[in-house]
Nanobody, 124 residues
Framework: QVQLVDTGGGLVQAGGSLRLSCAAS????????MGWFRQAPGKEREFVAA????????DYIDSAKGRFTISRDNAKNTVYLQMNSLKPEDTAVYYC?????????????????WGQGTQVTVSS
């Protein structure tokens, strides 16, 4: 079965950086769009970034543009989220997700599998 393992979260000061990783197994990774979502306490899970499987097109939530970079290494079955200039409002549990579609990448319903999440805490 499909398994996604999120790692790389932690505690960082505002302005700092973190790189999240998501290792995938049980799927043909190169044929899946990969996304990152986050969920802060008391809030709904929201889209952060995605990278498609066919053309490596990327998409970001507005607040992440210019600060976050999503990338993938198909040889390692891994997707990354490099987060720079972190802000306290980035504090959340971050989840990676896999989708067989290249469409509606911002919608949770498009994704077939989810990681367990990794906590990111940004102190002010």
């Amino acid at each position: 079965q499909v398994q996604l393992v999120d790692t790389g979260g932690g505690l960082v000061q505002a302005g700092g950086s973190l790189r999240l990783s998501c290792a995938a197994s049980g799927l043909t990774f190169s044929r899946y769009t990969m996304g990152w979502f986050r969920q802060a306490p008391g809030k709904e899970r929201e889209f952060v970034a995605a990278i498609t499987w066919s053309t490596d097109l990327t998409d970001y939530i507005d607040s992440a543009k210019g600060r976050f970079t999503i990338s993938r290494d198909n040889a390692k079955n891994t997707v990354y989220l490099q987060m720079n200039s972190l802000k306290p409002e980035d504090t959340a549990v971050y989840y990676c997700a896999a989708s067989r579609s290249n469409y509606s990448v911002r919608r949770r319903i498009a994704y077939d599998a989810w990681g367990q999440g990794t906590q990111v805490t940004v102190s002010s």
